[in-house]
């Protein structure tokens, strides 16, 4: 039982922070334990794109999710195995956490301890036991707490029916009668101690008579500020040489279109070889070797060859149509494309020479009567 929560250091050296192995473990070292029940919606790991959201988002984005009053952006929230060391000094803990997959390569993640994380402020103790019914705390946002012993004891089997598990049971405080009779519908409701601070009962496990439950209590502080630690992933292994008996050849986008005119779905309007001579118009910017490659069937990257300056990006340097891919129109009829849908392409600028453009169906941003709309990924 603990009375306080500090984070004392990250264990992980700076290097290994910076180019972090992708089935690694990362460890924290606190002052006290955190509290075990609940402790992934308090602590986890977050992945984050390290080239466009350097900084945290703007509050204007509606995507983002709030953790404490940090604001964290929207992708990935890592499933981890979280698992907790006793140090033998000076009542220290370690928290591990060790993702369930393989992290992203050369990816970009935040560790996050909220300011909501507190310690294992109490004990709980079945000090008569019939059977394996067992009781659990629940600790809210703005939970309180204080210096008490509590003592649970069952007076009444359970009653069990459908949807229904209905409990009585007497509450001592310190020796003293607290609640002399609590009858109690387990399966949709918890008992409260103090401030958010709540008895959940296990709903699906009957409780038998005087079964006794003691809790010990003590006051605490939480960390009171959320804290992110910046992960940034890298890999250094061998690569596995592939067969020299297997030959592989790489599709180009003309081997695609022929595949569908030879199979009748789309025909040629002109000559692939022939580029038809563009007009040069006068203080127009010119950029060469433009390639475009499919990352997602929704992410496009697009090279333009040279550095592009941020504030060149806007919504009318592009021309966007969204149809049929290679005029194939039997595409609705084969559940491949939705011609009713309408899209959020958002675009924004990767490591400088770069363009990305990501598609998100969405009805609610896009006006009435409009395929898509463009906006900044910011």
Same mark, same amino acid.
């Given at each position: 039982?603990?009375?306080? +929560?500090?984070?004392?250091?990250?264990?992980?050296?700076?290097?290994?922070?910076?180019?972090f192995?992708?089935?690694?473990?990362?460890? /924290?070292?606190?002052?006290?334990?955190?509290?075990?029940?609940?402790?992934?919606? #308090?602590?986890?790991i977050?992945?984050?794109?390290?080239?466009?959201?350097?900084?945290?988002?703007?509050? !204007?984005?509606? !995507?983002?999710?709030?953790?404490?009053?940090v604001?964290?952006?929207?992708?990935?929230?890592?499933?981890?195995?979280?698992?907790?060391?006793?140090?033998?000094?000076?009542?220290?803990?370690? +928290?591990?956490? *060790?993702?369930?997959?393989?992290l992203? *390569?050369?990816? !970009? #993640?935040?560790?996050? +301890?909220?300011? #909501?994380?507190?310690?294992?402020?109490?004990?709980?103790?079945?000090?008569?036991? #019939?059977?394996?019914?067992?009781?659990?705390?629940?600790?809210?946002?703005?939970?309180?707490?204080? @210096?008490?012993?509590?003592?649970?004891?069952?007076?009444?089997?359970?009653?069990?029916?459908?949807?229904s598990?209905?409990?009585?049971?007497?509450?001592?405080?310190?020796?003293?009668s607290?609640?002399?009779?609590?009858? +109690? $519908?387990?399966?949709?409701a918890?008992?409260?101690?103090?401030?958010?601070?709540?008895?959940?009962?296990?709903?699906?496990?009957?409780?038998?008579?005087?079964?006794?439950?003691?809790?010990?209590?003590?006051?605490?502080?939480?960390?009171?500020?959320?804290?992110?630690?910046?992960?940034?992933?890298?890999?250094?292994?061998?690569?596995?040489?592939?067969?020299?008996? /297997?030959?592989?050849?790489?599709?180009?986008?003309?081997?695609?279109?022929?595949?569908?005119?030879?199979?009748?779905?789309?025909?040629?309007?002109?000559?692939?070889?022939?580029?038809?001579?563009?007009?040069?118009?006068?203080?127009?910017?010119?950029? $060469?070797?433009?390639s475009?490659?499919?990352?997602?069937?929704?992410?496009?990257?697009?090279?333009?060859?040279?550095?592009i300056?941020?504030?060149?990006?806007?919504?009318s @340097?592009?021309?966007i149509? /969204?149809?049929?891919?290679?005029?194939?129109? @039997?595409?609705?009829?084969?559940?491949?494309?939705?011609?009713?849908?309408?899209?959020?392409?958002?675009?924004?600028?990767?490591?400088?020479n770069?363009?990305?453009?990501?598609?998100?169906?969405?009805?609610?941003?896009?006006?009435?009567?409009?395929?898509? /709309?463009?906006?900044?990924?910011?």
């Amino acid at each position: 039982m603990y009375s306080q +929560l500090e984070v004392i250091e990250v264990l992980n050296t700076p290097e290994e922070l910076k180019s972090f192995p992708v089935e690694g473990t990362i460890n /924290i070292l606190f002052s006290g334990k955190p509290n075990p029940v609940g402790i992934g919606e #308090y602590a986890y790991i977050i992945r984050h794109d390290n080239d466009m959201d350097v900084n945290l988002p703007n509050v !204007a984005d509606y !995507a983002i999710r709030e953790v404490g009053y940090v604001q964290v952006d929207r992708y990935d929230k890592v499933e981890s195995t979280v698992t907790f060391t006793e140090e033998t000094v000076d009542e220290s803990w370690i +928290l591990s956490f *060790t993702p369930k997959e393989a992290l992203i *390569t050369n990816a !970009a #993640y935040y560790l996050v +301890l909220s300011k #909501y994380l507190v310690p294992e402020y109490y004990e709980i103790v079945k000090t008569i036991s #019939y059977g394996p019914s067992s009781i659990a705390i629940e600790t809210g946002q703005s939970a309180t707490s204080e @210096v008490a012993d509590w003592t649970i004891q069952i007076i009444t089997e359970s009653v069990l029916s459908q949807g229904s598990h209905v409990i009585e049971f007497s509450v001592l405080k310190d020796g003293s009668s607290y609640a002399p009779l609590i009858s +109690l $519908n387990i399966r949709h409701a918890t008992f409260p101690l103090s401030e958010d601070v709540n008895i959940a009962f296990s709903p699906d496990i009957p409780f038998l008579v005087d079964e006794t439950f003691t809790i010990s209590t003590t006051d605490f502080t939480g960390i009171e500020d959320t804290l992110l630690q910046n992960i940034e992933t890298n890999i250094h292994a061998d690569i596995i040489p592939p067969s020299e008996e /297997i030959q592989s050849e790489r599709i180009e986008n003309a081997d695609i279109v022929k595949f569908y005119e030879d199979n009748g779905w789309t025909q040629r309007t002109q000559d692939q070889t022939e580029e038809p001579e563009q007009p040069v118009i006068p203080g127009e910017p010119i950029v $060469n070797d433009i390639s475009s490659s499919f990352i997602h069937p929704s992410t496009i990257i697009i090279d333009c060859g040279a550095e592009i300056s941020p504030y060149s990006l806007i919504d009318s @340097v592009f021309n966007i149509d /969204i149809s049929y891919a290679f005029n194939n129109f @039997v595409l609705p009829e084969m559940g491949y494309y939705n011609e009713d849908a309408q899209y959020v392409i958002y675009y924004s600028i990767v490591d400088k020479n770069f363009i990305k453009l990501e598609t998100q169906e969405n009805t609610e941003l896009v006006p009435i009567g409009q395929k898509f /709309i463009l906006l900044p990924r910011i």
